[in-house]
């Protein structure tokens, strides 16, 4: 699959590095309520940029997420398991359950389960959730 940023300079938007793209990329998701709906898009858009992933991150995130241990418990508020948004605050994915619940008016539940540091794409806490996003 073609990389995103050599797809962009043959349309002649080179101006823009892989850092801006990223950037941006993360100030959409940070301001996007429900992004569930769109997993299959953004999981392929986040797989095809996985070795720019570093700029999905600020600095703090990064170094947060170099020091977690190698295994870590996340949570996720939800009525289904395999969506990209997790947290490492069981009480964090307490609260989306309650919030899902209310807004789409179908059950929801909190899942647990333990990952390896290497499965993470992303930490972000821009937003105090301590997110951490799955692909």
Do not use: C
């Amino acid at each position: 699959m073609r990389d995103l940023f050599n797809i962009m300079k043959n349309e002649g938007l080179d101006k823009y590095t892989q850092e801006d793209v990223m950037k941006s990329f993360r100030y959409a998701w940070s301001i996007t309520e429900f992004l569930y709906p769109y997993k299959e898009s953004l999981r392929l858009v986040l797989s095809i940029m996985k070795s720019h992933k570093h700029h999905f991150m600020d600095k703090e995130e990064r170094e947060y997420l170099k020091k977690l241990p190698n295994e870590v418990w996340i949570y996720r508020g939800a009525s289904d398991k395999n969506g990209l948004s997790w947290t490492l605050d069981r009480e964090q994915a307490e609260w989306f359950a309650e919030r899902n619940q209310h807004f789409m008016g179908e059950k929801m539940e909190v899942f647990k389960k333990k990952v390896h540091k290497n499965r993470i794409y992303a930490y972000l806490n821009g937003r105090k959730e301590q997110e951490i996003i799955l692909i």
